[in-house]
């Protein structure tokens, strides 16, 4: 099992980024999913995820209203838009057997090796 996760890089604030993250292993329809970030110094926290259940989705009130997170057979995404630089942190997907894991990173059995995102001028 591998998770991929790629799209990650240099961008200003208010720019954009969409992140990707790749499966192998697993079909992503069988699993909730997340995406999790961790900036310089501090714990990592839940960014988005979506229930296996129903497809419902959360985000963390910081996120709200610029990310969106989706996902298709094979890969999990997380559009963001209005960047600022409390963004900056390495972003991390994640993958749980669980209905609806929220951000109870003790639920995720699956975790992609994060990519870089830094929003600066």
């Known amino acids: 099992v591998q998770l991929q996760a790629s799209g990650g890089g240099l961008v200003q604030p208010g720019g954009s980024l969409r992140l990707s993250c790749a499966a192998s292993g697993i079909r992503l329809e069988d699993f909730s999913i997340a995406w999790f970030r961790q900036a310089p110094g501090k714990e990592r926290e839940g960014v988005s995820c979506?229930?296996?259940?129903?497809?419902s989705t959360d985000y963390a009130d910081s996120v709200k209203g610029r990310f969106t997170i989706s996902v298709d057979k094979k890969t999990l995404y997380l559009q963001m838009v209005n960047l600022r630089p409390e963004d900056t942190a390495v972003y991390y997907c994640?993958?749980?057997?669980?209905?609806?894991?929220?951000?109870?990173?003790?639920?995720?059995?699956?975790w992609g090796q994060g990519t870089l995102v830094t929003v600066s001028s």
């Open positions: 994640a993958a749980s057997y669980t209905g609806y894991p929220g951000f109870k990173e003790y639920e995720y059995a699956y």
């Open positions: 979506i229930s296996i259940v129903d497809g």
